[in-house]
């Protein structure tokens, strides 16, 4: 892979914008452990935590090889800011299918981080006819499942397959 490439990639995946120091790598990546460790994290499968650690160690290369350059010159790219103001802009990932499988988890979280928000401390029922955040979430996660199909259909070669199979077979929970 292109290492300008390689390195935009990795910038956004740890949410670091030019001109990072380490101490913001090492902050970016322990936030994002604790994230995507399947022992622990968010995710089931280790496929999150394996492209974390490849992309924290191509830019703890690239510091020690090039402790005073900028990672990439963002000059002649389309840039995104998502939002933070505070943060200078990154490029997006180049895999589609990263893309998706990423707003889709966000959206899985989302909805059931939002789902037991509004049940607070009130005991689990799976009966859509007596939980009606249960309905709710149902209705949220509709679009997060076609996704996560979508790419196990579309894409099974990808590295993303497997943790959408994953995901699909943890989220049957809360449609029976």
Same mark, same amino acid.
Do not use: C
């Given at each position: 892979?292109?290492?300008?490439?390689?390195?935009?990639?990795?910038?956004?995946?740890?949410?670091?914008?030019?001109? #990072?120091?380490?101490?913001?790598?090492?902050?970016?990546?322990? +936030?994002?452990?604790?994230?995507?460790?399947?022992?622990?994290?968010?995710?089931?499968?280790?496929?999150?935590?394996?492209?974390?650690?490849?992309?924290?160690?191509?830019? $703890?290369?690239?510091?020690?090889?090039?402790?005073?350059?900028?990672? #990439?010159?963002?000059?002649?790219?389309?840039?995104?800011?998502?939002?933070?103001?505070?943060?200078?802009?990154? +490029?997006?990932? +180049?895999?589609?299918? #990263?893309?998706?499988?990423?707003?889709?988890?966000?959206?899985?979280?989302?909805?059931?981080?939002?789902?037991?928000?509004?049940?607070?401390?009130?005991?689990?029922?799976?009966?859509?006819?007596?939980? +009606?955040?249960?309905?709710?979430?149902?209705?949220?996660?509709?679009?997060?499942?076609?996704?996560?199909?979508?790419?196990?259909?579309?894409?099974?070669?990808?590295?993303?397959?497997?943790?959408? $199979?994953?995901?699909?077979?943890?989220?049957?929970?809360?449609?029976?």
């Amino acid at each position: 892979m292109d290492k300008k490439l390689l390195l935009n990639d990795s910038l956004h995946f740890l949410g670091l914008g030019p001109g #990072f120091t380490e101490s913001e790598l090492k902050e970016s990546y322990h +936030k994002l452990a604790k994230k995507y460790h399947p022992d622990s994290g968010e995710f089931t499968s280790d496929v999150m935590f394996v492209e974390l650690n490849k992309h924290y160690e191509s830019l $703890k290369d690239h510091l020690l090889i090039h402790p005073e350059e900028e990672p #990439f010159s963002p000059s002649g790219r389309e840039d995104i800011n998502y939002g933070d103001k505070n943060k200078p802009p990154i +490029k997006p990932s +180049k895999d589609p299918v #990263f893309h998706e499988y990423k707003l889709a988890k966000e959206k899985e979280t989302e909805a059931i981080l939002s789902y037991y928000e509004k049940r607070n401390l009130h005991p689990i029922e799976l009966s859509g006819s007596l939980n +009606k955040e249960l309905v709710q979430l149902r209705k949220d996660l509709e679009p997060v499942l076609q996704v996560y199909a979508e790419i196990i259909k579309n894409h099974s070669t990808s590295l993303w397959a497997k943790d959408a $199979k994953d995901s699909l077979e943890r989220l049957r929970v809360w449609l029976r």
